[in-house]
């Protein structure tokens, strides 16, 4: 076990060196070393209740989670998360801030999403947020061999003093308030970093959806409110989804814009309206938010939930721009 405290501590330790530098590779790098010892420590959660049950049949007879830790045995990093939170080692708050910063360390690592903004606080959050579940882990055995090597950053978080007194189990759990102390985690700063970046994304495409009224159809300039139904149903039509749901309710039409008024008019669409005036007074409320971790649950389920709309008014936009290109060219005989 020790070897594997201090290797967690070893990672932990490069990890804020890394955020620390303050450039957003450095950051990246920082946010997935994190993420990473945040795995290894729930798997150990798992692995050593499986170890624990194996040496005594009549506590695995009794156990009721048998399929959760299966489950968290596996590759599953969301199933490891869970049996963590069923053993009391991990609180509600950490579990939801800890599944979405994974989801951001994949969208790093997986994409190359870099959140160039927001990465830095991002980082610095997820840290101090893993400390304090790392301080709290449940150590099962805690000695030191005779000639053990540690890893060089841990050592200076151990005493060795080579017995089993409680003060070398304590060297874990401090060395993660240690470590959280260094990182210097400024609550406000997260929040105020969320909030900016959302406030950007909505700015985007405030100016997306001003775009697309000025376009003419049939010498007729849409509302708002009509071009942000408009850019919804036209990528709508070419779905499965929506022919599905069209057959279902005896649709027989024939051409692409008699579907897509058709879907304007009965599909349920998710914003019926200009979504600009909301999604504002959702920042304006994140603002004020003072925890951090309900700040970034409602900041990722913002950006999830707008995410098919963001992206069509910025796919109408872009198709507007580009025929008004064209347009000038052919003036200029290009």
Same mark, same amino acid.
């Given at each position: 076990?020790?070897?594997?405290?201090?290797?967690?501590?070893? #990672?932990?330790?490069?990890?804020?060196?890394?955020? %620390?530098?303050?450039?957003?590779?450095?950051?990246?790098?920082?946010?997935?070393?994190?993420?990473?010892?945040?795995?290894?420590?729930?798997?150990?959660?798992?692995?050593?209740?499986?170890?624990?049950?194996?040496?005594?049949?009549?506590?695995?007879?009794?156990?009721?989670?048998?399929?959760?830790?299966?489950?968290?045995?596996?590759?599953?990093?969301?199933?490891?998360?869970?049996?963590?939170?069923?053993?009391? %080692?991990?609180?509600?708050?950490?579990?939801?801030?800890?599944?979405?910063?994974?989801?951001?360390?994949?969208?790093?690592?997986?994409?190359?999403?870099?959140?160039?903004?927001?990465? #830095?606080?991002?980082?610095?959050?997820?840290?101090?947020?893993?400390?304090?579940?790392?301080?709290?882990?449940?150590?099962?055995?805690?000695?030191?061999?005779?000639?053990?090597?540690?890893?060089?950053?841990?050592?200076?978080?151990?005493?060795?003093?080579?017995?089993?007194?409680?003060?070398?189990?304590?060297?874990?759990?401090?060395?993660?308030?240690?470590?959280d102390a260094a990182c210097g985690h400024d609550k406000s700063k997260t929040i105020a970093s969320l909030v900016d970046h959302m406030e950007e994304v909505i700015r985007d495409c405030d100016t997306s959806l001003d775009t697309i009224p000025d376009a003419i159809y049939d010498n007729q300039r849409m509302t708002r409110d009509e071009a942000a139904v408009e850019c919804q149903a036209w990528p709508l039509a070419f779905t499965p989804e929506a022919r599905a749901f069209a057959k279902k309710r005896g649709w027989h039409g024939k051409t692409t814009f008699e579907f897509v008024e058709w879907l304007r008019q009965n599909y349920p669409?998710?914003?019926?309206?200009?979504?600009?005036?909301?999604?504002?007074?959702?920042?304006?409320?994140?603002?004020?938010?003072?925890?951090?971790?309900?700040?970034?649950?409602?900041?990722?389920?913002?950006?999830?939930?707008?995410?098919?709309?963001?992206?069509?008014?910025?796919?109408?936009?872009?198709?507007?721009?580009?025929?008004?290109?064209?347009?000038?060219?052919?003036?200029?005989?290009?």
């Amino acid at each position: 076990m020790l070897r594997f405290l201090a290797s967690v501590l070893d #990672q932990m330790d490069l990890a804020l060196e890394h955020i %620390q530098k303050g450039s957003i590779h450095d950051a990246r790098f920082g946010l997935m070393l994190t993420d990473n010892v945040v795995e290894l420590v729930l798997h150990q959660i798992a692995k050593d209740q499986h170890e624990r049950l194996k040496a005594y049949r009549h506590l695995a007879e009794k156990y009721q989670h048998t399929k959760e830790l299966e489950e968290a045995m596996g590759r599953s990093f969301e199933a490891k998360l869970r049996f963590a939170r069923i053993e009391g %080692q991990v609180t509600d708050e950490q579990s939801r801030t800890i599944a979405i910063m994974h989801l951001f360390r994949n969208e790093l690592y997986h994409l190359g999403v870099q959140y160039e903004s927001i990465v #830095q606080d991002l980082a610095l959050f997820y840290f101090s947020t893993a400390c304090g579940f790392l301080g709290e882990f449940k150590i099962r055995g805690f000695s030191y061999t005779w000639g053990i090597e540690l890893p060089e950053r841990s050592r200076k978080y151990f005493t060795r003093r080579g017995d089993y007194s409680p003060a070398e189990i304590g060297d874990f759990p401090k060395a993660c308030r240690t470590l959280d102390a260094a990182c210097g985690h400024d609550k406000s700063k997260t929040i105020a970093s969320l909030v900016d970046h959302m406030e950007e994304v909505i700015r985007d495409c405030d100016t997306s959806l001003d775009t697309i009224p000025d376009a003419i159809y049939d010498n007729q300039r849409m509302t708002r409110d009509e071009a942000a139904v408009e850019c919804q149903a036209w990528p709508l039509a070419f779905t499965p989804e929506a022919r599905a749901f069209a057959k279902k309710r005896g649709w027989h039409g024939k051409t692409t814009f008699e579907f897509v008024e058709w879907l304007r008019q009965n599909y349920p669409l998710k914003f019926k309206k200009d979504p600009i005036p909301s999604w504002r007074r959702q920042a304006k409320r994140l603002r004020s938010n003072g925890n951090p971790h309900k700040a970034l649950e409602t900041y990722q389920s913002f950006m999830t939930v707008t995410l098919p709309m963001r992206d069509a008014l910025w796919e109408a936009s872009m198709q507007i721009e580009a025929e008004i290109d064209r347009l000038i060219d052919a003036r200029r005989g290009n």
